[in-house]
């Protein structure tokens, strides 16, 4: 099974998204800021990844910064309601090797159908 991990320090988006995911089959793992994420990033080893870019004490860039060095075909999506950065974000999340970028609201149905396709290319 597809090993995902969702990174959000917002409790309703994580079990929105995860409830989502595991409907869509995929094994989900969740982490409500980036020391949590880099704990679980080290001992599940993920190959998907949903990280908020904002979160408490690292921002979410640290953990893709380690996700893709652990594993750089890891499938990563950089996620932000920053709507003021989110140029600046995304920059940076596709020079650190991120494969997607959205922006909250997220629409499940969507995010959901994105991740299917990039893991299929990941296959």
């Not at 609201?105 to 959901?112: A, D, I, K, N, W």
Request: aromatic letters at 6%; a negative charge.
């Amino acid at each position: 099974m597809h090993k995902l991990l969702i990174v959000d320090d917002e409790p309703e988006i994580l079990e929105t998204t995860k409830w989502a995911f595991q409907v869509a089959g995929f094994e989900v793992h969740t982490a409500s800021n980036a020391e949590e994420a880099l704990d679980l990033l080290y001992s599940l080893r993920p190959q998907t990844l949903l990280i908020d870019y904002k979160l408490p004490n690292l921002s979410g860039m640290e953990v893709l910064r380690a996700a893709k060095e652990m594993n750089p075909k890891a499938v990563a999506i950089m996620i932000t309601g920053l709507t003021h950065q989110s140029e600046w974000i995304k920059s940076e999340s596709d020079r650190l090797g991120a494969d997607g970028f959205l922006q909250k609201p997220l629409q499940m149905e969507r995010v959901v159908k994105i991740v299917n396709e990039l893991t299929q290319e990941e296959k």
